[in-house]
């Protein structure tokens, strides 16, 4: 388990795939998570606001990460760009 220091090999990742014409920072995070399309806070965070801590999803409890589905439900408890989290 890595937590938090998975946030590194994101952004590296990320970044890779914008340079490789994969990825847009400013594409909505809803247009892969489609579960997330019928949230109103949810559906307006993008790839940009995830990598940068700003997409009002709080960071959970401390401990154990959280699993991909218990990731993706996570409540969004803020609007996008306006809270650091």
Excluded: C, H, N, Y
């Amino acid at each position: 388990e890595l937590a938090s220091g998975t946030k590194s090999f994101s952004g590296v990742m990320a970044a890779a795939a914008v340079q490789d014409r994969l990825l847009s920072l400013d594409e909505r995070a809803s247009e892969t998570l489609r579960e997330w399309r019928s949230d109103d806070l949810k559906r307006r965070i993008t790839i940009r606001q995830l990598l940068s801590l700003t997409s009002g999803i709080g960071g959970g409890r401390i401990g154990r990460p959280p699993t991909s589905a218990d990731a993706v439900a996570m409540p969004a408890t803020a609007a996008a760009g306006e809270v650091f989290s």
